[in-house]
C-alpha cells in the first residue's frame, strides 16, 4: 500500500527531527508541569484536612465536621487539558504545516508525485502519520496524568476515573489530529508556504481564543470571581428560573460558542473529568447523554478537516504549487 509507505516514512522523517522532537516534548512538559503543581496543591489540601481530623479525634471529638470539603482528583487536569486545546492545537497547525512543506522545501514532493502514485495516497499517508503521532502523544499524556495523580497527589483513582482519563485522552488525539489535518490542507492550498501559516495562525486565533472568549464574557455567571449566581447565592433550580427570561440571549450566546470546535473539546472533557461541577460525580452514561453532540461535533470537525486535506493535495494542484 503506497499510502502505508510515505506514512511509515513520515514517521520515520518526524522521530529523527530533532525540532519536531523538541516541540512535541516542550508541549507534554508544559501539560504535565500544569499537572504536577494542581497535584501538589492537592496533595497538600488532603493531608491538611486529615491532620485537622486527626486533631479532632485526639481532642475527643467524634462529630463529622460540618461542610467537609471534597477533594476529587480528575479536577486537577483542568490545566493540563487547558494546554491542550489551546497551546496543542498551535502545535498541531505547524505539525501539519510542516510535513508538506518540508517536502517542497525538499523537492522531494516532486520526486513523490514523479512516482505512479495517486494523488490521495500522499494525503492519506500523512494524514495516517499525523493520526498516529497524536494517538501516541495522547497516550503518553494519560498515563502521565496518571501517575502524577497517583504518585504526586496521592490520589485514588477508581476504575470509572480510568475511564474518564482514556476518553478525555482519546477526544484530545482527535481534536489535535484535526487542527493538524488544517495544517497540512493549508500547506497544500497556499500558493506561497508562509500564507498558508498566516492563514492557520489567524485561523487559530478566531477558532481557539476569539469565539470561546466572547462567549465567556457574553455569561453572566461569569462576571464575578466563582460565579455571579453563586456569589448572591442562588440555588441552580432559580439560576435556571433566571436565565429562562433571556433564552434569546442564552442561544445567541451559545451559538458563538458553538461555531468553536474548541469549545467542543473543552466541554466534553470538563464533563468527563468532573471539571464542570454540574457533571461531577454523574454516571458516564449521564455525561453522555448530555454530551454527546459536542463529542460527535469534534469528531465531524477532525472527518471535515481530513476530507478537505486530501482534497486539497490533489496531483495537479502539488504539482503546479512546486512549480512556482
Given amino acids: 500500500m503506497a499510502w502505508w509507505v510515505i506514512g511509515k516514512k513520515d514517521l520515520r522523517d518526524m522521530r529523527r527531527s530533532g525540532l519536531f522532537v523538541a516541540l512535541l516534548a516542550g508541549l507534554c512538559a508544559l501539560i504535565l508541569a500544569s499537572i504536577v503543581v494542581s497535584a501538589v496543591a492537592f496533595h497538600a489540601q488532603v493531608a491538611d484536612y486529615q491532620h485537622y481530623l486527626d486533631a479532632l479525634k485526639q481532642a475527643g471529638s467524634t462529630a463529622t465536621p460540618a461542610n467537609a470539603p471534597e477533594f476529587y482528583p480528575l479536577q486537577q487536569l483542568i490545566g493540563g487539558i487547558e494546554y491542550l486545546e489551546i497551546i496543542g492545537a498551535l502545535l498541531a497547525i505547524v505539525i501539519g504545516y510542516g510535513i508538506i512543506t518540508k517536502e517542497k522545501s525538499r523537492g522531494t514532493l516532486l520526486l513523490l508525485l514523479s512516482r505512479p502514485l495517486r494523488s490521495k495516497d500522499i494525503a492519506i499517508g500523512k494524514l495516517t502519520a499525523l493520526a498516529i503521532t497524536w494517538a501516541v502523544f495522547s497516550c503518553c499524556i494519560g498515563f502521565g496524568m496518571v501517575a502524577i495523580l497517583l504518585l504526586i497527589g ?13 476518553e478525555t485522552a482519546a477526544l484530545a488525539a482527535v481534536y489535535l489530529f484535526f487542527w493538524s489535518a488544517v495544517g497540512l490542507g493549508l500547506a497544500a492550498w497556499a500558493k506561497q508556504p508562509s500564507t498558508a501559516l498566516i492563514v492557520g495562525l489567524m485561523l487559530w486565533l478566531v477558532v481557539v ?22 456569589s448572591l447565592q442562588i ?25 468553536s470546535v474548541e469549545k ?22 449521564y455525561v453522555f447523554a448530555h454530551l454527546w453532540g459536542n463529542i460527535v461535533t469534534v469528531c465531524a470537525w477532525a472527518l471535515g478537516g481530513t476530507l478537505w486535506a486530501i482534497w486539497q493535495c490533489n496531483k495537479k494542484r502539488l504539482l503546479r504549487k512546486e512549480s512556482i
Avoid: W
Avoid at 154 to 166: F, K, L, M, N
Avoid at 209 to 230: A, K, R, S
Avoid at 266 to 284: A, M
Fill in 154 to 166: 496521592g490520589a485514588h483513582i477508581s476504575g470509572i476515573d480510568y475511564v474518564r482519563i482514556i
Fill in 235 to 259: 440555588a441552580r433550580p432559580q439560576q435556571h428560573d433566571i436565565m429562562a427570561h433571556f433564552s434569546g440571549y442564552e442561544n445567541g450566546r451559545n451559538y458563538v460558542e458553538s461555531a
Fill in 209 to 230: 481564543l476569539v469565539l470561546p472568549q466572547i462567549g465567556d464574557t457574553m455569561d453572566p455567571d461569569n462576571q464575578v470571581p466563582g460565579g455571579l449566581f453563586n
Fill in 264 to 285: 467542543h473539546f473543552e466541554r466534553s472533557t470538563f464533563g468527563f473529568t468532573g471539571i464542570k461541577p454540574i457533571y461531577n460525580q454523574q454516571s458516564l452514561g
